[in-house]
């Protein structure tokens, strides 16, 4: 390419922003600050989505990440040894009313891979060095406590037995076979950092 030219990629990549602190105002008639906003959008951790983005800031503290990655990589938490991590959440209550407990299965095993030059991927595969099926475990809701990060199990494993399922979802008891016994969040760091799968190239 001729010295001075920028590809589109370049002329369309977005501007590196300072981490808000949540005090922030928004620029408009009593429109409110940041905190009001997360306040608004996250008020309740036991939602599947903030309980997901919950259990990615818990692998995220255990593994001693620096950034959070970006909402289109392929996996979820880049450990500093260079390990890509793929959190999946369930649990067995949900934050509407239930008949039963909810079975615990993990989805989405398999993604493509996008970049800003290509796209996505015309195939779905398993991105990340390790997995991490992470639990809530309590079972009624007069126990179940948000903050209270003793009550998440962990269950962590390479990547090789996962893709050896060639499965796009797994359930507990597949899971439990893969990966043994659980984990509290004390031990987390630790389970993770011991997978010896190298990274895929």
């Known amino acids: 390419m001729p010295s001075g030219l920028t590809t589109s990629a370049d002329r369309y990549a977005p501007c590196e922003l300072t981490p808000l602190g949540g005090g922030e105002l928004f620029r408009g008639p009593n429109a409110g600050t940041v905190l009001d906003f997360w306040r608004y959008a996250m008020p309740d951790l036991r939602t599947n989505t903030t ?11 255990a593994v001693g990440a620096v950034e959070r990655n970006t909402e289109w990589e392929s996996f979820d938490v880049l450990a500093p040894s260079g390990l890509r ?10 934050a509407w009313g ?9 989805s989405r095993l398999r993604g493509r891979t996008w ?6 991927s015309a195939e779905q595969s398993y991105n990340a060095d ?4 992470a639990v809530h475990t309590a079972r009624t809701h007069s126990d179940y406590d948000p903050l209270d990060i003793g009550q998440w199990h962990f269950y962590v494993t390479p990547r090789t037995p996962v893709e050896a399922t060639a499965q796009a979802s797994l359930g507990l ?3 439990q076979r893969i990966c043994g016994d659980p984990v509290g969040y004390d031990g987390l760091g630790h389970r993770i950092t011991s997978c010896t799968t190298s990274p895929k190239p």
Not at 98 to 106: H, K, P
Request: proline share 0%.
């Open 85 to 94: 991590i793929e959190v999946k959440t369930s649990a067995y209550l949900q």
């Open 130 to 133: 390790v997995y991490v099926f």
């Open 173 to 175: 008891a597949a899971v």
């Open 115 to 120: 970049t800003s030059e290509g796209g996505s």
């Open 51 to 61: 309980r997901g983005l919950l259990a990615e800031f818990l692998v995220h503290r």
């Open 98 to 106: 239930q008949a039963q407990l909810s079975d615990i299965r993990f």
